[in-house]
């Protein structure tokens, strides 16, 4: 079990400090992830919320963000963005295997890809019996 959570794990650093704090393992891979850099619009845990809609195969993310500046003059802003984001899930990711986690404003987002069928094939080996000739 441990390296399996060292494997998930990993993925989610992997995520989280990519170039652009956005990730997508390659087709290959079993596991599907995305990530959203909130450093722009930081958002507390309790005030986000994710939606799955199976219909569409969409994330759907949003969240409040609170922000308070104080401008030279001393005037005192505060300001509330309300914002939302749509990520299309791809076809061969297992829905019911979403998971995610908020770590340093990156959200990251992953899932099980579902196996294909062309790699569920099974080879089975051929016994070759020794039959006496028929005379």
């Known amino acids: 079990m441990e390296p399996l959570f060292n494997q998930i794990l990993g993925e989610f650093a992997n995520a989280a400090n990519s170039k652009n704090g956005c990730s997508s393992t390659s087709q ?4 599907w992830c995305s990530c959203l850099n909130l450093s722009a619009i930081p958002t507390k845990a309790e005030d986000l919320h994710v939606k799955v809609d199976e219909k569409s195969r969409t994330l759907t993310v949003s969240g409040k963000s609170e922000t308070e500046s104080t401008r030279r003059d001393g005037v005192k802003m505060f300001s ?3 914002w939302t984001k749509d990520i299309r899930i791809p076809d061969d990711v297992e829905l ?4 995610s986690k908020l770590h340093e404003n990156k959200l990251t987002f992953i899932a099980e890809r579902v196996q294909k069928e062309e790699d569920k094939h099974q080879e089975i080996p051929i016994e070759i019996v020794d039959t006496p000739a028929l005379d």
């Open 28 to 31: 290959k891979s079993s596991k």
């Open 80 to 82: 509330t963005h309300v």
């Open 96 to 99: 019911k295997t979403i998971a």
